[in-house]
């Protein structure tokens, strides 16, 4: 089946989604039950905007999901993380990039091709197009081509993220980052990820939206077993801030909940002392 009639047996679905849609995404802060990610946007103190530069860091390669369309519309590559990095309490190891605008809990493009162009309100949503995994980090989910601005993917690991956690401690992060990405019709998209590997804080920022602002983007986190999710965003019921940020926070670990330490080595002040802490 082609996207257009896909779109429109999908019509429906969508419109019937609208008024729910619209009401549960006015507040720029909420939770998730029952896991209790929260977020903020960067309207507010909780989530400033600081874009991390990796335009030095090589491409990432992308794998075509089929012969149809370039890597660069509907593919993937795999990210290898330094450290680990926690979505819904469950460690990762390794992620996989997709084209269109989301992370997944996935080892291998065998396991998630990147080829869901399918932005679904509300989260959780099951992928299509499939080999597809259930548990993502949708920075901003759409029908994304980095063909228009001739795109890139990079990603870069940092021991001390340039860009501070909200936590307000010294972390580690990732980064992933979508350059000269947008929809088919256009580009001038450009966004990262941020992970961070203590907090488990997502930052997703955006330098600059394609012309479409997220009118049909999803944004949020959802779980491996598609029964929690969260939407930040979802179908342009509320604006994404361009330049500007969201950020997802673990109910482990809200803003300010680690204070300004420093963290030393030697384990006299540990991020594992706080957990072991905050625990009792």
């Known amino acids: 089946m082609n996207r257009s009639a896909c779109a429109l047996r999908l019509l429906p679905v969508a419109f019937a989604f609208v008024g729910s849609v619209a009401l549960a995404q006015r507040t720029p802060s909420t939770g998730v039950d029952p896991y209790g990610y929260t977020f903020h946007d960067s309207l507010g ?21 089929s012969g149809d369309y370039s890597a660069r519309d509907e593919g993937a590559a795999v990210v290898p993380l330094a450290a680990p990095f926690e979505l819904f309490g469950i460690p990762l190891g390794t992620l996989v990039a997709s084209s269109n605008g989301y992370l997944a809990a996935a080892g291998s493009v065998a396991s998630e091709n990147g080829a869901d ?9 099951i992928g299509v197009n499939g080999p597809a995994a259930q548990a993502r980090i949708y920075v901003y989910h759409d029908d994304l081509s980095g063909d228009i601005g001739s795109g890139d993917m990079r990603t870069q690991y940092f021991a001390q993220c340039p860009r501070a956690s909200d936590s307000g401690a010294l972390e580690a992060c990732t980064v992933v980052d979508w350059d000269g990405w947008g929809t088919p019709a256009a580009g001038g998209l450009a966004m990262q990820a941020v992970l961070y590997h203590t907090s488990w804080e997502i930052a997703l920022q955006y330098r600059s939206l394609d012309p479409s602002a997220g009118a049909h983007a999803t944004v949020g986190v959802q779980d491996p077993a598609n029964a929690r999710g969260a939407a930040a965003r979802c179908g342009g019921a509320q604006p994404i801030p361009a330049p500007g940020a969201i950020c997802l926070f673990d109910p482990r670990f809200p803003p300010g909940s680690l204070g300004s330490d420093v963290l030393f080595a030697n384990g006299f002040d540990t991020i594992a002392g706080k957990r072991a802490l905050r625990a009792h």
């Open 45 to 65: 103190a909780q989530c400033p905007m600081q874009a991390i530069d990796i335009g030095a860091s090589a491409p990432l390669a992308l794998t075509a999901a």
């Open 117 to 125: 162009y399918r932005s679904a309100c509300p989260l959780p949503a």
